[in-house]
T-cell receptor, first 116, second 113 residues
Framework: DVKVTQSSRYLVKRTGEKVFLECVQDMDHENMFWYRQDPGLGLRLIYFSYDVKMKEKGDIPEGYSVSREKKERFSLILESASTNQTSMYLC???????????????FGQGTRLTVV | DAKTTQPNSMESNEEEPVHLPCNHSTISGTDYIHWYRQLPSQGPEYVIHGLTSNVNNRMASLAIAEDRKSSTLILHRATLRDAAVYYCILRDYSTSGTYKYIFGTGTRLKVLA
C-alpha cells in the first residue's frame, strides 16, 4: 500500500519558534502537497512540489516555506510560528500525470499543530 | 482556479442509496473531476474520478452531466462507515504544467441507522 507518513500527529510550539513538519512517501511519486485544514474552511493548499528542488505556491503560502531535497521527502517550514498557524496540516503525494495507476492523491494522517 | 459547490450536509438512511451533488460551472475541458472522502480523524482518501463518461468502481459511481458543469457521487447502499465529509474537487493545472488539487468545504454525510 502507498504510505504517506507525517512525522508527528500532535505538536505544540511557542510563538516565534521555527517549526519543521516532515512528510515522507514511499511510492516514488513526483508530486507532493501541503494543505492546512481549518473548521469551516476545508482544505487549503499551501505549497506543492512536482520534482526535487521544484516548488510552487498554493493558495495560502504566506508565512510558510518548503523544502524538497529528496524525492520522497517534503518539508513544510514555519519560519516564525504564530498563533494563527494553529491548524491541522495534511501532506499528500501523487504520481505524475502520465504514470500508470491513475493520478489519485494519497494523504497522510495529518499533524495537529498548536502554537501557543 | 476552478471551483466547486457542494451542499454543506446531507443525511441518509442506512442501506439506502445516496446521491451527493456537485456543481462546477467553470470547469475547463481538461479538468478531471475527483471525489475524496475524509473519515473522522483521518486524512482524505480517494473515492473516484472521471473526465467525461460515467465511472464505476468498488466504492461508488460517478455520474457526470453532459455539459460537465455538474456531477453526482452515488453510494449505492450507504453504511454507517460511509459517514464522512465528501469532497468534490477539480484537478487543476498549474502554471508549471503540473496539476494540483483544490478542495472546497465538502459535504458532511450523516448515515442514520
Amino acid at each position: 500500500d502507498v504510505k504517506v507518513t507525517q512525522s508527528s500527529r500532535y505538536l505544540v510550539k511557542r510563538t516565534g519558534e521555527k517549526v519543521f513538519l516532515e512528510c515522507v512517501q514511499d511510492m516514488d511519486h513526483e508530486n507532493m502537497f501541503w494543505y492546512r485544514q481549518d473548521p469551516g474552511l476545508g482544505l487549503r493548499l499551501i505549497y506543492f512540489s512536482y520534482d526535487v528542488k521544484m516548488k510552487e505556491k498554493g493558495d495560502i503560502p504566506e508565512g510558510y516555506s518548503v523544502s524538497r531535497e529528496k524525492k520522497e521527502r517534503f518539508s513544510l517550514i514555519l519560519e516564525s510560528a504564530s498563533t494563527n498557524q494553529t491548524s491541522m496540516y495534511l501532506c499528500a503525494s501523487s504520481p505524475s500525470q502520465g504514470a500508470k495507476g491513475g493520478t489519485e492523491a494519497f494523504f497522510g494522517q495529518g499533524t495537529r499543530l498548536t502554537v501557543v | 482556479d476552478a471551483k466547486t459547490t457542494q451542499p454543506n450536509s446531507m443525511e441518509s438512511n442506512e442501506e439506502e442509496p445516496v446521491h451527493l451533488p456537485c456543481n462546477h460551472s467553470t470547469i475547463s475541458g481538461t479538468d478531471y473531476i475527483h471525489w475524496y472522502r475524509q473519515l473522522p480523524s483521518q486524512g482524505p482518501e480517494y473515492v473516484i474520478h472521471g473526465l467525461t463518461s460515467n465511472v464505476n468502481n468498488r466504492m461508488a459511481s460517478l455520474a457526470i452531466a453532459e455539459d460537465r458543469k455538474s456531477s453526482t457521487l452515488i453510494l449505492h447502499r450507504a453504511t454507517l462507515r460511509d459517514a464522512a465529509v465528501y469532497y468534490c474537487i477539480l484537478r487543476d493545472y498549474s502554471t508549471s504544467g503540473t496539476y494540483k488539487y483544490i478542495f472546497g468545504t465538502g459535504t458532511r454525510l450523516k448515515v442514520l441507522a
